[in-house]
């Protein structure tokens, strides 16, 4: 029997698309908000497309905000768009 994959959607674009290919911003505990890396840590998550206009349609759309109920500032959008152009698409989305 095959492996279910685990599908989230992207709070930028609304797409379904499989976990591994998104990247995962979390609200700690602690209240604080960042790019999850590791996809494991602790905290509610939301997930997002691994493309600057889905980025850039999530924080217009005030997407973050409404997923973890708090506001989010400037600086977690500017540092998930530097983290895109440093690592890239997570899980190998680049060659799709």
Known sequence: MP???PMRSCVGCGEV???RMLI???RTPEGVVRPDSTGRANGRGAY???DPACVAKAE???ALNRAFACEIPHEIYEE????LERE???GGAADE
Do not use: H, M
């Open 3 to 5: 492996k279910k994959v």
């Open 17 to 19: 698309k499989e976990k």
């Open 24 to 26: 995962r911003v979390i």
């Open 48 to 50: 997002l497309c691994p």
């Open 60 to 62: 217009k759309r005030k």
């Open 80 to 83: 998930l768009r530097r983290q």
């Open 88 to 90: 890239g698409p997570p």
